[in-house]
């Protein structure tokens, strides 16, 4: 046994005696992003959550009381910033992370490190991997989570009021005349998004249409040239932080792009459209929005 799991799994045994006996309930199930089914004995009551998205996920599904260990960056709702880090979601310390004592374990299908997830599945902690890649999916990991955590009042709620909101959108940009557009998700090497990616469903759900959608990758890697090749009449963007668009600046150094030329360089807030959330909701209204404002200057 390798000196590193040989240490965590004697941690493991030291917190297991430490554990108070569980309050008896019904076994709870769910099928994870990775086709695996995740039973617990009980609905749980302390949780990892290993990506900023999974915090959020956690909380809106009605557990975030039940939260005990985060990673960097997971910063919404407010409380979720006093919750014990552990690391970041590439590089987690899980001899922390396992002295937390969380039954069940929040991964990150594309995000997390395989071998770290499988290490804590090897030390026989349940773990529940999410990757929402579509607006149905965002709501049905809500609701699994809330069955696992024995919160499905809540947590069927806020999947359900999040549903209804989307449906809204598509009823009422069903109709919207088209908009070439430029989503930008990073800077420095430059990215977009394809018609896979869930920010590529939000510029289809506001009737815009992706320059990049036909690209193999989900996030693919692309040029300045191919984006003024592409002559977007809009480009939208994040950046590093929530109201940071210096990212848009690099484009008014380019008249010849439509966008530019009709002053159609939008910020949008990462975390609301970034994030598989139910925040996309509100970060879909404003990325409607601006495609509403590109359209008005026609």
């Known amino acids: 046994m390798p000196n590193a799991l040989r240490t965590l799994t004697s941690t493991v045994t030291a917190a297991l005696t430490l554990w108070p006996a569980p309050v008896l309930a019904g076994p709870v199930c769910a099928t994870d992003d990775t086709g695996t089914e995740v039973c617990l004995a009980q609905p749980a009551s302390r949780i990892a959550a290993l990506s900023p998205g999974a915090t959020e996920l956690v909380w809106a599904a009605g557990a975030g009381d039940k ?11 407010d409380a979720a910033k006093e919750v014990t880090s552990v690391g970041s ?37 349940p773990v529940f991997s999410i990757e929402p890649r579509t607006f149905e999916a965002v709501s049905h990991t809500i609701e699994r989570l809330a069955t696992l955590a024995g919160t499905e009042a809540d947590g069927f709620a806020e999947a359900g009021r ?3 909101g989307i449906a809204g959108l598509e ?4 109709d919207a005349e088209p908009v070439p557009v430029f989503y930008q998700v990073w800077d420095e090497p430059l990215m977009t998004v394809n018609n896979e990616h869930l920010i590529g469903k939000v510029i289809t759900l506001c009737g815009g249409v992706n320059v990049f959608g036909d690209l193999d990758r989900l996030v693919p890697r692309i040029s300045p040239e191919a984006v003024i090749g592409a002559n977007p009449e809009a480009i939208l963007a994040g950046g590093m932080g929530e109201e940071n668009r210096h990212w ?11 966008a530019t030329t009709q002053d159609n360089l939008y910020f949008i807030p990462p975390s609301l459209v970034q994030r598989p959330t139910p925040r996309l909701l509100e970060g879909s209204r404003l990325f409607c929005q601006k495609l509403d404002e590109a359209r008005g200057k026609r």
């Open 162 to 164: 999040f549903r209804q």
């Open 67 to 77: 939260v005990v260990a985060v990673v960097s960056f997971s910063d919404y709702p």
């Open 89 to 125: 979601h590439t590089r987690m310390d899980l001899e922390r992370l396992m002295q937390l004592q969380p039954d069940l374990v929040i991964g990150w299908v594309t995000g997390n490190p395989p071998e770290q997830l499988e290490a804590l599945a090897e030390l026989g902690l």
């Open 248 to 258: 848009l600046t690099r484009w008014e150094a380019f008249p010849g792009i439509e």
């Open 171 to 174: 009823r009422e940009y069903r």
